[in-house]
């Protein structure tokens, strides 16, 4: 999986509790990326990074934030966590620079009950 | 709004057969289409992909149609094999907004022996 490593693999927690999910690579990539999957819609961008503190939204942003502080981790917080978050998470990394390849981890099932 | 279709949802083909998936597109910005093939509970992976200057790629068993004028592109597997059985997702993104991938909604592919 590229060098990437998503923890934990997998969560179950209940409504209304926060929970942080964690991206770390290895390649020093400067692009990093959360998606989430669900049947039917593929997988859709969450929040992505395009360096360390630099960070922007994706298309299903809503109840998500995001921090990088290095340029190796990149985190997902879901602040009080319903059940329409409970999905599969991905995370991918690109070295921009003329590139566009992006590898993905191997995800994060989380469940929200 | 989906911005990338896909189609069939689902696929049977028998061993030795051609598998063919389409996909359709409908913002003109877009600058790299790549296909992911996922097995079960893992990331999703770089098979091949394509860029629009271009109307075919090959890379083994695996082929990329591309026809900007209708936007749309397809992915081709020649003499398909059992081990090919997964989901694969065609993809769509634009380098100058950071490479954000936008998926269409994914085909899963069975392969008979």
């Known amino acids: 999986d590229a060098g990437i490593t998503q923890s934990p693999r997998h969560k179950v927690t209940e409504t209304g509790t926060p929970v942080t999910l964690r991206c770390h690579q290895t390649?020093?990539?400067?692009?990093m990326y959360w998606y989430r999957q669900d049947p039917g819609h593929g997988l859709r961008l969450i929040h992505y990074s395009y360096g360390v503190k630099d960070t922007d939204k994706g298309e299903v942003s809503d109840g998500y934030s995001v921090s990088r502080s290095k340029t190796e981790d990149f985190l997902l917080t879901l602040e009080s966590a319903t059940s329409s978050q409970t999905s599969v998470y991905f995370c991918a990394i690109s070295d921009g620079g003329g590139n566009y390849e992006q590898y993905f981890g191997p995800g994060t099932r989380l469940t929200v009950t | 709004q989906q911005q990338v279709k896909q189609s069939p949802q689902s696929l049977i083909v028998q061993k030795g057969g051609i598998s063919i998936i389409n996909c359709a597109y409908e913002?003109?910005?877009?600058?790299?289409f790549p296909w992911y093939q996922q097995f079960p509970g893992k990331g999703p992976a770089l098979l091949i992909a394509i860029r629009p200057d271009v109307s075919e790629k090959k890379e083994g068993r695996f082929t990329i149609s591309f026809n900007k004028s209708a936007k749309q592109f397809s992915l081709h597997i020649m003499d398909s094999q059992p081990g090919d059985s997964a989901t694969y997702f065609c993809a769509a993104s634009i380098k100058t907004s950071g490479s954000r991938l936008t998926f269409g909604e994914g085909t899963q592919l069975t392969v008979n022996p």
């Open positions: 913002n003109t910005a877009f600058d790299y």
């Open positions: 390649e020093n990539h400067r692009y």
